[in-house]
């Protein structure tokens, strides 16, 4: 019978040496990435099988073994890295340049800044989407939700915490853009 990506995962961390462990667990607890590892879930690991427990209950499993595969090769254990890629068959997933990411470097965000604002609808479900992903604030989702004016919620939108939050929040609110106003993106999209 095949192995389980659980099981495959014990076998890794078994292999690992003490101090290799301990800064196995060091790596996980310190990722900023969500879903996050806190101290305290650490502090109740105790040996390579509760370790494998942690990761397939915090993350998928394959988003455990990307992340074990990242943590192997940050703490030098390329060899143990590769024995888990092969026998788990992982390939990882290479990113495609997508429309938003053009060759100029031009965030599709940044492009079309106005039509955005001139055009955009629904920016009520774009802010519940944004929010619940945690890219914007409490604050910030409370004070444009405030804005009667689609325009104005959608300039203070990308002036405030997109623009803050650099080209991952303005990834996010592509995907968000996508779902909610799929017509505009498309059009805006052919006249690249």
Known sequence: MAKTIKEHL??????LVEDKLKGFKIKLRDRM???RV?????DKIKDHLDLADVMVNTFTPKEAVRI??????AIKENNLAEELRKNTGYTP???QPGPRAPPDGEHFIDRNFTELIKRAHNVDSILDELYQKKVISD?????IRAEKIPQTKMRELITGPIRSAGTKGKDHLYEALKKSNVLLIEELEAQR
């Open 33 to 35: 990435e969500e879903p």
């Open 93 to 95: 997933v290479v990113p």
């Open 38 to 42: 806190r101290q305290a879930t650490i």
């Open 10 to 15: 014990q076998d890794t961390f078994e292999d």
């Open 68 to 73: 074990t595969l990242e943590i192997l090769k």
């Open 139 to 143: 604050e910030d989702y409370s004070t």
